[in-house]
């Protein structure tokens, strides 16, 4: 999976950082979050059988437990093989995020899920062919600007951007109203003309051979801080921005959220994703 690093080294950025321009309101909407990794197996009846949690030792204490109670009582939309109800297994990407209750005591909740369903086979999914990362805007730099841009590609079946939206803008950075839409458009901006250069490589077998086009995510993060690492296992503060509506039709499932995947990969959106929970999560 690539990994979209971009970092400039004459700066160091905090976990959040506030400005002086008056960023009460802003910073009442801070949420801090975690990306959790792993499997899924789902019987025939759409019941959880078991599941896996990637790298469980970079977890905090308590984070393992609590997602295997939450996700051992979901059940799932049953999957149909030639109209059968069929045993399924599926990655699974959680989003964790927190809200502080008082001093000593927080609240942890699931907000989103994704499932991609079982690894396809060579050629059965859109992959990427070229990617060269966003440069990184002097602006932000210049004013301490980090962040994950969220977009959703319409690919052609020559594997080129036809389209492309930036769906949702996350910032670990609070200003004022203003200048956090400042913020979110240099990111933006930036994202979208890199993507509108990448290409692709159409699926050829399967069956999404036959689409007039292809829909994908890629998240992808602006930070400073290469030390971190992938992140995972952190909590980590931002301002989640507003989410926007894709012009084209993607066939999605409609709980779906672009924030519960981890930046730099390639998601297909649409029919070929994995099973679909029933289960309302805590976040809404």
Not at 55 to 79: C, H, M, N, S, Y
Not at 96 to 125: C, H, Q, Y
Not at 179 to 191: I, S, V, W
């Amino acid at each position: 999976m690539k990994h979209f690093w971009l970092v400039a080294a004459a700066l160091a950025l905090a976990p959040l950082m506030a400005t002086a321009a008056g960023p009460a309101t802003v910073r009442k909407q801070v949420e801090s979050s975690m990306l959790v990794e792993g499997t899924i197996e789902i019987t025939a009846q759409g019941t959880v059988k078991s599941m896996g949690i990637d790298r469980q030792e970079k977890l905090p204490e308590g984070i393992v437990t609590f997602v295997q109670d939450q996700v051992a009582r979901w059940t799932f939309e049953p999957v149909l093989v030639d109209g059968t109800p069929t045993p399924a297994r599926s990655a699974m990407a959680l989003r964790l995020v927190a809200r502080r209750l008082d001093d000593k005591r927080m609240t942890v909740g699931i907000r989103n899920a994704s499932f991609n369903g079982e690894a396809p086979e060579p050629g059965a999914a859109v992959d990427s062919i070229s990617m060269k990362p966003p440069r990184y805007p002097s602006q932000a730099v210049r004013s301490g600007v980090a962040g994950t841009v969220y977009l959703v590609l319409k690919i052609g079946r020559e594997g080129r951007v036809e389209d492309v939206v930036v769906e949702q803008v996350n910032l670990r950075v609070v200003a004022s109203d203003k200048e956090m839409t400042r913020y979110r458009a240099l990111l933006a901006d930036a994202t979208l003309k890199a993507a509108r250069e990448w290409t692709f490589q159409a699926p050829t077998i399967g069956e999404l051979a036959d689409d007039e086009f292809w829909s994908v995510r890629v998240p992808t993060d602006y930070t400073f801080d290469r030390s971190r690492g992938d992140g995972y296992g952190q909590w980590q503060a931002y301002v989640p921005g507003p989410r926007e509506t894709v012009p084209w039709k993607t066939d999605e499932y409609p709980a779906s959220s672009p924030d519960a995947l981890a930046d730099g990969g390639v998601y297909t959106a649409g029919a070929a994703q994995g099973p679909r929970l029933l289960t309302p999560l805590d976040g809404g």
